[in-house]
């Protein structure tokens, strides 16, 4: 502090007459009302009562001026993630006392910002389930390792590798992760062992035709196995995943599908997918708790019903037509799925060579990167020419018709590849391979026959409309 403020006061050892004298001039030239500041250039300070303005003064600037033209954040603005009245916020100005509280988390600047309508939160695997989150808006997207229920789940090594360090980064998948993906430009390579699969596929093709050969329901009995074993491979891989599903409900759902479809006709279906359902939901019904997690489980319960079995019951509709119609004739059925399975065949050759040895674009590259455009159309052309020789030579007595072999290699051609997508995005989702391992070189069943599961509804409506044995 400096002497200037106290004046001319003299020292304390001066005489009393000579301080008497000060004090008298001094009184006589101050004002009767001093006005004390620390800056003479900053003006006067306000006053306490008045509301803080947050702008920091300027020299030889009021204080109303500088609140318009410097608007600042409080210091610990940050911290609180409180910005000021220009910037909505979604929070009160009591709400940031609760951030004091034991009961609220407090954010660090390294966690991340809560999730608003313009910044919504991913709701990623790559945090620990154990993590607080902050609450949302908007309802975060159901991905392995989350539910509703809150309920825990492991993570597979592909979660793992990009889940946050401790430091608060982000750590990218290794390369062994990454070996598989191809690199721009490059040929797709399949992948399979092609003598082990070659000669898997000649065996299935084989025990298929002969069923055909035989009786449609050595055929029906083939599909309701095939449906049965795709959907333990199912139940199983989601069961790993930290899923509880209810799995009897399931498979039963999944092999009575096509046989009730043969029987019955298409109007069981529904009274399948409502028993299945009801089956179900009861077997959570007589669970302890919530923890059980009910909307979930229920539902990764239901999805191989309604895919699987639902769509595999076509099988067993298409099977119908050799003992029901206006036209009976023992080889509409037959006829019509061995061109189905010829031309799904046809379609996944064609897409796999092609696609090795010219694939450049990726189909759905965040599916499955070997899925190439050039694959694509190279398994739609060989489909259509393997469909047009099969009729003109006479390999069925139901298709002769080209214009029907063409629409029929059409909807192949684009409803194959579309359920080959669907299992290689649940794979994906998963964090999985393969489905499982039964077939030799191809993966699991469900791995061999998703390219049925799309096909077959598509597929028996075209034949209702089209009507290839009246031709």
């Not at 509301?51 to 610990?76: K, M, Y």
């Not at 009995?221 to 930290?242: R, S």
């Not at 189905?340 to 696609?355: K, R, T």
Request: aromatic content about 8%; charged content about 20%; overall charge negative.
């Amino acid at each position: 502090m400096s002497d200037d403020m106290w004046g001319d006061s003299g020292s304390l050892f001066d005489g009393p007459d000579r301080r008497r004298s000060d004090d008298e001039s001094s009184t006589q030239e101050q004002p009767a009302t001093p006005t004390f500041s620390f800056d003479d250039e900053s003006g006067p300070l306000p006053h306490w009562t008045e509301a803080p303005s947050g702008g920091i003064p300027r020299p030889n600037e009021s204080t109303e001026d500088t609140e318009e033209q410097l608007p600042v954040r409080s210091f610990d603005d940050d911290d609180l993630g409180i910005l000021d009245d220009d910037v909505p916020t979604g929070r009160s100005e009591d709400d940031m006392w609760a951030t004091f509280t034991a009961e609220q988390p407090v954010w660090q600047p390294s966690d991340s910002p809560e999730p608003t309508r313009e910044s919504p939160s991913l709701g990623t695997f790559d945090e620990p389930a154990s993590a607080p989150r902050p609450a949302s808006t908007e309802q975060n997207r159901i991905v392995i390792g989350t539910d509703p229920s809150g309920m825990n789940r492991p993570m597979s090594e592909a979660q793992a590798a990009v889940r946050e360090d401790s430091g608060g980064t982000r750590r990218r998948p290794s390369a062994k992760l990454k070996s598989g993906a191809p690199r721009p430009g490059a040929p797709v390579s399949s992948g399979r062992d092609m003598t082990v699969a070659t000669a898997v596929g000649i065996l299935l093709v084989a025990i298929f035709v002969g069923t055909l050969v035989y009786r449609p329901w050595a055929v029906l009995v083939l599909v309701a196995v095939v449906l049965g074993l795709a959907a333990v491979e199912f139940y199983d891989k989601v069961t790993e995943k930290g899923y509880r599903p209810a799995v009897v409900p399931g498979i039963v759902a999944c092999v009575v599908a096509p046989l009730a479809a043969y029987w019955q006709g298409d109007g069981a279906l529904p009274l399948v997918i409502v028993f299945a359902f009801i089956a179900t939901a009861g077997t959570y019904i007589g669970a302890r708790s919530v923890d059980i997690g009910p909307l979930p489980n229920v539902s990764i319960t239901t999805l191989p019903i309604v895919w699987i079995g639902l769509a595999g019951a076509y099988a067993g509709l298409i099977l119908r037509f050799s003992t029901t119609g206006e036209v009976l004739r023992a080889d509409n059925g037959t006829d019509t799925l061995f061109m189905l399975a010829l031309a799904v065949v046809a379609n996944d050759v064609g897409a796999l060579f092609v696609g090795a040895a010219a694939g450049r674009t990726p189909l759905r590259s965040w599916i499955s990167p070997g899925k190439t455009v050039e694959g694509f159309i190279g398994g739609a052309l060989l489909t259509i020419v393997v469909l047009i020789v099969a009729g003109i030579g006479g390999w069925n007595t139901t298709w002769n018709s080209t214009g029907d072999l063409l629409l029929l290699a059409i909807v192949v051609s684009i409803f194959a590849p579309m359920g080959d997508l669907v299992e290689s995005m649940f794979k994906r989702n998963l964090g999985v391979k393969d489905f499982g391992s039964l077939v030799k070189g191809h993966g699991g069943v469900l791995d061999r026959f998703d390219g049925f599961l799309l096909t077959l509804p598509v597929v028996y409506y075209l034949t209702l409309i089209l009507e290839p044995w009246a031709g």
